[in-house]
């Protein structure tokens, strides 16, 4: 009723007449009545001016979507109690009592060796650089030991796992990658850090790694050759009397997906596991994963082999072309001449440059012989052709004749002191060369003869051939392709 019908009803009961209170009381029920009527119609209007006619029902949600842009950020203490993350790692740091142990003391710190166990499963083999000599590999480095600060009771013994936030809280194995030179852990979308934790304190670490390392290649035998790479796990800080690491299964503990190279062929995926010594620190257990890579050598044979004995064939053209065709000869020996040059510049480019002599060069450099030898081969034809045109010159002088009817007899010289305007050319057919040449044999001596049915001496056979060049020709033809033919065998025979 408020205040004005509370003082009407005591000035009507303290002042007024027993007959004027019946009158005040209703007076009271009229006003009650007027206030009653008021509020019916102002209650419309109040629905339609409050926008949020459930602000105090569904005062969370309002908070939720409103709260941050009205209250500057601050949420309401209801909203808090609901959030259960922040408790939730409260509860799990309390469960396996991380702030009651000091972590970075390794487990069971004074007394015998930790034992951890390695297990890991190769993803791929990313890339292998002959230049850099190093090799890329992506794999999954999963580490197995025991901390009983961690242990923590549980009725259905199920284990519980976390990611690399709870990871930095607690011990773990420093295990690094020797002779690596680049390394990381892939953190897409969130780092790829698993742990496990089980009832007993055993602990599972898992990492994505991608890693490159060096292997130390040897290309005496390239590209026939077999390379003999490892990637080698050891701890950092902890000794052999601190920490023991073993292969968890044996050579189970490492699984590979299957993987494809362009340039090799996987022969074998082996764990090993070794000591290394260090001079200051002492002796450290070491595991190592060892593959072996044979090349493949189809590639190698389109790129490299197969042009290289085109050339060499091809260079061998020269010998059924006529001797004196000097352009001919010389061009097609230059031309393969070159070609060998671009083929060893382009296979040395894609090589590291190493001091010693590779399968391949031994194999370029023999063919690229053969080629300049080709060159030489019509370099000597050509001279020792010469000099026996200048001999058969002075022995047609000698014989009396004059020197253009000496070129008119043999239809090759070509020498420029000769006059050719003295002798009538017309005159001269084919019988009189052939007679001519004819009529010179008798002058030869009769002792010659029973010399060419004996045995000649080398230098005999040697001055023959010059004073014959045309078979150093037909010698070619048949000692030049023997001679590459036999190469190839010793030469496949020793590196395939």
Same mark, same amino acid.
Request: aromatic fraction near 14%; include cysteine; hydrophobic fraction near 40%.
């Given at each position: $009723? ?5 003082i ?10 027993? %007959? ?10 009229v006003?009650?009545?007027?206030r ?17 006619? *459930?602000?105090?029902? *569904?005062k ?9 842009? #009205?209250?500057r ?11 259960s993350?922040k408790?939730?790692?409260i ?12 972590f &970075? $003391? ?5 007394? %015998? &060796? @930790?034992?951890?166990? @390695?297990?890991?499963?190769?993803e791929s083999?990313?890339?292998? !650089? ?20 961690? +242990? ?9 796992t ?8 607690i ?12 390394s ?9 850090i698993?742990l #496990?934790?089980?009832p007993?304190?055993?602990i ?6 991608t890693?490159t390392?060096l ?6 035998r ?5 390379? *003999? ?12 009397n601190?920490?023991?690491l ?15 190279l ?9 764990p090993?596991?070794?000591? +290394? ?13 060892n593959? @072996?890579?044979r ?5 190698? $044979?389109?790129q ?12 061998w053209?020269?010998f059924?072309?006529?001797?004196? +065709? ?9 031309? /393969?001449?070159?070609?060998m !040059? /671009? ?6 480019a894609? $090589?590291p440059?190493v001091?010693?002599v590779?399968?391949?060069d031994i194999?370029?450099?023999?063919s ?7 060159v030489?081969?019509?370099? &000597? ?14 022995q047609?002088?000698? %014989?009396?004749?004059? &020197?253009?009817? +000496? ?13 050719? %305007?003295?002798?009538?050319l !017309?005159?001269? *057919?084919?019988d009189?060369c052939?007679?001519?040449?004819? !009529?010179?044999?008798?002058d030869?001596p009769?002792?010659l ?18 004073s014959?060049?045309?078979k ?17 065998? @010793? ?6």
């Amino acid at each position: $009723m408020g205040w004005p019908g509370t003082i009407l009803s005591w000035v009507c009961g303290r002042f007024l007449y027993p %007959s004027n209170r019946r009158r005040c009381l209703d007076m009271k029920l009229v006003l009650l009545t007027l206030r009653l009527l008021c509020l019916a119609c102002l209650w419309p209007v109040t629905l339609l001016n409050n926008p949020y006619p *459930n602000r105090k029902k *569904n005062k969370d949600v309002y908070l939720a979507e409103h709260g941050k842009n #009205r209250f500057r950020g601050r949420i309401d203490y209801k909203l808090k109690k609901k959030d259960s993350t922040k408790s939730l790692l409260i509860k799990t740091e309390q469960l396996l009592r991380i702030e009651d142990h000091d972590f &970075a $003391m390794r487990p069971g710190f004074g007394g %015998s &060796a @930790i034992p951890v166990g @390695i297990d890991v499963q190769v993803e791929s083999i990313d890339s292998i !650089s002959e230049v850099n000599m190093d090799f890329t590999m992506t794999l999954y480095l999963r580490h197995y030991w025991k901390d009983e600060r961690l +242990a923590f009771p549980s009725s259905n013994n199920l284990s519980r796992t976390f990611d690399g936030r709870l990871v930095k809280k607690i011990w773990k194995p420093d295990v690094f990658f020797v002779h690596s030179k680049r390394s990381f852990i892939h953190d897409t979308t969130m780092e790829n850090i698993m742990l #496990r934790v089980y009832p007993d304190g055993n602990i599972l670490y898992s990492v994505r790694i991608t890693v490159t390392s060096l292997c130390s290649m040897d290309f005496s035998r390239f590209p026939l050759d077999t390379q *003999n790479c490892s990637l080698e796990l050891e701890s950092y800080a902890y000794a052999e009397n601190d920490l023991m690491l073993y292969w968890k299964n044996g050579d189970d503990s490492l699984r590979t997906d299957e993987i494809a190279l362009s340039q090799f062929f996987i022969e074998e995926f082996h764990p090993s596991h070794g000591l +290394a010594l260090y001079s200051s620190t002492g002796w450290y257990n070491r595991l190592y994963i060892n593959f @072996i890579l044979r090349r493949h050598i189809f590639f190698f $044979m389109l790129q490299t082999y197969f042009p290289t004995m085109l050339m060499v064939v091809l260079s061998w053209v020269s010998f059924w072309i006529d001797r004196r +065709a000097v352009p001919a000869r010389v061009s097609l020996g230059i031309t /393969t001449v070159l070609t060998m !040059s /671009t083929i060893i510049t382009g296979v040395s480019a894609s $090589m590291p440059q190493v001091s010693y002599v590779k399968a391949v060069d031994i194999y370029l450099w023999t063919s690229f012989l053969f080629v300049f030898l080709s060159v030489i081969e019509y370099a &000597a034809v050509n001279y020792f052709t010469t000099q026996e045109e200048m001999k058969k010159l002075e022995q047609l002088k000698l %014989s009396g004749y004059d &020197a253009s009817q +000496a070129m008119a007899f043999d239809g090759c010289f070509h020498d420029q002191d000769i006059e050719l %305007s003295a002798f009538p050319l !017309s005159d001269l *057919n084919t019988d009189t060369c052939m007679s001519s040449q004819n !009529s010179t044999t008798p002058d030869l001596p009769s002792v010659l003869g029973t010399r060419l049915r004996r045995r000649r001496s080398i230098r005999q056979s040697v001055n023959h051939i010059m004073s014959n060049s045309y078979k150093i020709d037909s010698y070619s033809r048949i000692f030049f392709p023997l001679a590459y033919f036999l190469f190839n065998i @010793i030469y496949w025979s020793i590196y395939s």
